[in-house]
C-alpha cells in the first residue's frame, strides 16, 4: 500500500501518522522525493482501513499496490535511487538518475600484471569501476574456478595503483570476511535466486551488482533485489545480462526491452552486459551502443590483455585497443540520448 503525503506536511505531522501506522504491525518505508514524500507500507495491510487513511488532511492519496515488490518499486520510490561507489582511497563513482558508470576488466583475474595492466587501460578509456572475478562460478568443475582470496588481494593491489572501485563476484555468505575492501559485490546470473546468499547481503551496507539469471522473469529479478532490500540493504544495481533462448550463435539473447521495463517498473538503477549477452566479441560494441539508446544508467565489459590466452570467456573479450574504440562510440551515444 502507498500513502502520498500532501504538499506542506510537516515531519511531526509525518511522524504521528508513521507511529499509528507502525502500531498496527507495518513497516513504513519513507521517500522524501523533490516533490512528494510517499510512504510505503509493507506487511499485512487487509487490515487497514484505507478510506480512514485517504481521508487525513495530510494524506494526498491512498493505494493498493499489486505488485509482490515493494522497497524496489517506483511506487514507492517515484525517484531514481543514485548509488555512490567507492571508499576512502577510491575514486566516487555515482550511478543511477542521469549517472553513467562503466565497469571494465577480465573475466578471471590471472595474474598481477594482467589485472595492473588492464585496470590502467580501462580507466585511460574511460571505464569508471574495475571488474575482475575471483571466485568463477564454471559450467565444468574442471575448468579454473578463479584464484579465489589471491584473486581479492590483485584486485586490491590494482584498486591501490588506480584509484578504481573493483567489482567481484561472491558464490558463498561464508566468503564475506574476504569481500571487506571490495567495492561492489556481485551475485552473478546462476545465484540470482540463492536467496540465503541474498539474505546475507541484505545485511550488509554495501552496492550489490545483481546479474539476471538465465532464465529469471523480470518479476524474479526484481523479487531477487526485494530480498536484498528487505535486509536493509537499498543499494542494488541491476544488471540485464541476456537470457537463455532457443539462439545459438549468441551465448546468450540481450533483452534490451528489459531497460526501459525495469526503468518503468523500479527505481534502482539497471547496467548491460553486453559480453556475456552475446559471447561474441564483435558483438559487443554495437550490443553496448543499443544498451546506451535504450537508456541504461552503465555497462559492464570485459577487457583482456591477450584474449586469445585467457583462462575464461576469451572469445568475448575485448582488446584494451577494441574497448577504448567501444568507449568512444558509446559516449557518442550518450551525448545523443542525454539531448533528447
Ligand atoms: C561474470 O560477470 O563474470 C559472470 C560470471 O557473469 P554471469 O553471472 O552473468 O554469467
Ligand atoms: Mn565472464
Redesign the pocket.
Known sequence: MITVLKKGTTEEQMQTLIAWLREQNLEVHISRGSELTVLGLIGDTTHVDMDLIASLDIVDSCKRVSEPFKKCSRKFQPEDTVIEIGMAGTDKVRIGGGNFAVIAGP?SVETEEQVLCVAKAVKAAGATLL?G?AF??RTSPYDFQGLKADGIELLLEAKKATGMPIVT?IMNAAHLPLFEDVDVI?V???NIQNFELLKELGKINKPILL?RGLAATMKEFLMSAEYIMAGGNEKVIL?E?GIRTYETFTRNTLDLSAVPMLHELSHLPIIV?PS?ATGVKTLVAPMAQAAVAAGCDGL?I?VHNDPTRALC?GAQSLTPEQFADTMRRVTRIRDVVTTI
Open positions: 573475466c571488474r572475478g568463477k562460478p563476484e556481485q552473478g546470473a546462476r546479474k544488471c545480462r552486459d556475456h559492464m570485459e570467456d
